[in-house]
């Protein structure tokens, strides 16, 4: 089996006027959420081989917190997260397919529509993912991703 973690970012700032979307840095709930998903994550066994997060703002600011609980895990970034369709985000997932268990750290409306459309076959089954929430998907490890290969294992947010 494999897994692949999804880890929404936490609550971030509103944007400044001015300021792009991308630069909006996490609020200090948004930094609690944060270290609460990573020692979730840390306490039931999911710790991941490799992170790969969106270089957005929150996304990257999200993923060192988490990462201050679960310790050093290999860490990328991919530009492709942020704004990503659910296709786009199982194309990133599935270049990492050579890992046991990947954590992706990104944004919505793309992370609650991938968790829907893995684990039941579409994405509009979606029911929310709130700021710092964590879905845990299990596959086969041989398998590809498709819509319907996932079991949703655990769903938590702060």
């Known amino acids: 089996m494999r897994e692949l973690i999804l880890l929404r970012h936490a ?32 306490d039931h066994g999911y710790l991941p081989d490799r992170v790969v997060t969106s270089p957005a703002r929150r996304a990257r600011e999200t993923t060192e917190q988490a990462m201050a609980a679960l310790g050093y895990v290999e860490l990328r970034q991919e530009k492709r997260i942020y704004d990503a369709t659910p296709g786009m985000l199982m194309q990133v997932a599935d270049e990492h397919r050579d890992i046991a268990r990947v954590l992706l750290v990104g944004h919505n409306p793309g992370f609650e529509q991938l968790a829907a459309l893995l684990s039941s076959g ?31 294992a655990a769903f938590w947010w702060p």
């Open 11 to 42: 609550h971030a700032e509103p944007a400044a006027p001015g300021q792009d979307d991308f630069d909006r840095p996490l609020s200090l709930q948004g930094q609690a959420e944060a270290e609460a998903a990573g020692r979730w994550l840390r």
């Open 122 to 152: 579409q994405s509009g089954d979606f029911r929310g993912m709130p700021a710092g929430g964590v879905a845990v998907l299990s596959m086969p490890a041989d398998a590809d991703l498709e819509p319907g290969i996932a079991r949703l």
